[in-house]
């Protein structure tokens, strides 16, 4: 992409971070009125680009919350779907602009570049709530919910991309890692001005064709991790949920608590983050797409 258009989804990602984070902190199941404002405003987004949206309510703690649904339909529908998701909700007291205001601002954007793309497969844009404690893995998360759905409905996924934390980036961040030596032997990065991809080893291809595609179109690093899924923290978003019904499913992310300081604090704000990253993350995910919709 060039630049004006890396700078127009800048623009626009900007603004649902900002939306999300400012108008709707604390989207949390314990605050059900505001998780359930913050997905009314979602389904907006995603109605306001031209799409008819889902919503697949469920029971939680007496109040009902509801994964969005936006199903893209493709030429070849007998094909397996590439199903790209976030979580919408937060920890309490927290405004999650980076978790996980930033991943919707990914989706949303995803979808409005994918709009009028002649795709063969079935592209599934989902926004789930309950990702965050204490719904995490259990089966009140929103992607528990559907990707359960998805296998009583015998339904076949090529690959489910978790757009999880993608704003926090820059020259002057320490990078952690999960694993003390993966830095110490010179495989990872010092600082965090990358983007890297988590996946187990039911997903080795799609993270492959994922990784190849995402580091000859992009600008900034790309690196990748695929191990045994219950490895922590490799499983903590909703492409665990994928994971666990059977799915192959990657993570992308900035790597949460591994960089961002202001994790799960009143401190993630959207004044926080890289909006010039996160648009090249974004162009990264739809080349990624593009190129998973023609795999054979």
Same mark, same amino acid.
């Given at each position: ?7 127009? /989804? ?22 059900? +009125? ?17 799409? #008819? #949206? ?35 909700? @937060? ?43 204490? =719904? ?16 009583? +409905? ?9 757009? +999880? ?22 495989? =990872? ?8 991809? #988590?996946?187990?080893?039911?997903? /080795? ?17 790309? +690196? ?47 004044? @926080? ?24």
């Amino acid at each position: 992409m060039n630049q004006s258009e890396l700078s127009t /989804i800048a623009s626009r990602a900007r603004r649902i971070v900002e939306i999300l984070a400012g108008k709707y902190p604390s989207r949390h199941g314990g605050y059900a +009125e505001t998780l359930n404002a913050a997905a009314d405003f979602i389904d907006q987004e995603f109605q306001a680009l031209g799409f #008819v #949206v889902e919503s697949h309510f469920y029971e939680c703690d007496e109040a009902k919350v509801r994964n969005l649904i936006v199903e893209k339909k493709g030429s070849m529908p007998e094909l397996s779907c590439i199903v790209v998701g976030a979580h919408y909700d @937060t920890v309490v007291g927290t405004p999650g602009a980076d978790d996980n205001a930033s991943g919707i601002a990914g989706l949303l954007e995803l979808a409005r570049l994918l709009k009028d793309h002649p795709n063969r497969r079935t592209i599934k844009f989902v926004a789930f709530p309950h990702e965050e404690p204490p =719904y995490f893995f259990t089966h009140l998360m929103g992607s528990r919910q559907y990707a359960k759905k998805l296998k009583q +409905e015998g339904q076949n996924v090529l690959v489910m991309l978790a757009l +999880e934390m993608l704003a926090f980036a820059g020259e002057k961040y320490d990078q952690l890692y999960p694993a003390p030596l993966m830095r110490a032997l010179g495989r =990872y990065p010092k600082y965090g001005n990358f983007i890297a991809l #988590v996946g187990n080893l039911r997903s /080795i291809r799609m993270m492959s064709i994922v990784r190849r595609t995402m580091r000859q179109r992009g600008t900034i690093g790309v +690196e990748s991790l695929s191990a045994p899924g219950f490895i922590p923290p490799l499983f903590l978003s909703d492409h665990s949920s994928f994971w666990n019904a059977g799915f192959p499913a990657l993570m992308v992310t900035d790597t949460a608590f591994l960089r961002n300081p202001h994790y799960h604090r009143e401190s993630d704000t959207a004044d @926080t983050l890289n909006y010039t990253f996160l648009a090249e993350v974004i162009a990264l995910v739809y080349s990624a797409v593009l190129t998973l919709d023609e795999v054979e």
